[in-house]
């Protein structure tokens, strides 16, 4: 019989991989809950009219990417590609539409893209949406948790871009000028830059056409359509969070949905090829109204935990969090699982593998390397004699330490 694979771009998610989840999640929560958010949840399905109302009809994903399907009752539904809109609707749904709101979530995204190192089909976001806030403080606030993460994750070789659209009347100011502009541009347009034109022509600005993107490197800025109070906001990122994260200025930053309207802004790492983007955000003062709510102002972002994921296997980062414990003899078994008992009863955040076979202590520390530990404990002949344990570091300085059983529940303890 034929066999059944899985859908292109949706990989089952195992082996190596199959803890990042879990991981970034704890650290992602942490973050959270230290900026005081509370979780939401929203269906992965939706009616399709939601995302065509929010991200735009204009946007690639309503125009190619998205799972549509009718129900057994004629009903349009969609995947939801991404979270903003499901988290929107659900306020206005509630009646909460008046307050403000400060939340997170999490969960499976689905856009059909043509798969490719960091892009799937199906995909995790983390996201956060800070809604009923006006611009200000907000912002800031959001640029803070951005920071956290940025923190909490090392991800010191990272940049986040940081642009802003202006009001609806600066936009239409800026867009006139542009247009006026592409008028005298003298080469041709690609189909997807044609389209845009058309559309949307603010999103010509992040066209990966060569000739293009040097010729609007010479054309308007949005920034000088912008008001004081809007330059203020970009400064004040710039020195608040400047010295933790390093930040960038760029004015072709647009992003790819149709929502946006003031600070736009996302992340990017040198470690992750040609979808270098991880996070990615902005502001949304319109999305509440255009979905039927009350005036909403709104700001929030999403971070895409494959790609994470992918940033912190780069940099070969091993998991504190995780421990080999070897014996070099099956003979060992009974006092190995004691001691495994022991110290796990001392510090549950720590993933202990055991591995108390009969295979060589080589076969045993390659498999502890390959799977992210940061220590080895062997228990081998001398040890089980005397008593101890020997403590194998796998960082660069790979130290070595013999530990008494009282030292070592110690140690875990600590870790
Ligand atoms: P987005 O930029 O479309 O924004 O997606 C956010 C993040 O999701 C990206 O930076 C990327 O890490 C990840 N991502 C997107 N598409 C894929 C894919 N095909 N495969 C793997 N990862 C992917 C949003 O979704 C907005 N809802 C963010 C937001 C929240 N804006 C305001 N609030």
Redesign the pocket.
Known sequence: MDKISSIRGMPDVFESDSNYLAELNEILGKVFLSHNLNEINTPILEQTELFIRSTGITSD?VNKEIYSFNDRNEQSLSLR????AGVVRSIIQKKLDSSEHKLWYQGP?F?Y?RPQK????Q?N?A???LLGFEEGSSDLEIISIVCDIFIELELEDSVLKINHLGDKETKERFLSELLKYLKTYKGEFSENDKEKLNKNPLRLLDSKDVDLKEFLSKGPKIIDFLSSEQLNLLDNIQSIFGKYVEIELDSSLV???DY?TGLVF??VSSNLGA?D??????R?DELSKDLGGKEMPA??????L???NLIKKQKNIRSNKVISFVTTSSKMNALAFKIAQLLRSHNYDIRLETNFTDASLKAKLRKASKLGAKFVFIMGDEEFESNSITVKSFDEDGYQVNMSFDEIVDFYKDI
Request: charged residues 25%.
């Open positions: 994903i590609p991404e979270g903003t995204m856009r893209e960091g892009r799937f089909r995909f976001q996201g956060v949406e992003r790819g949905l946006y996302e992340a979808q983007s991880f996070l990615g955000g902005g949304y700001i929030g972002f999403a971070i895409g494959e790609r994470l």
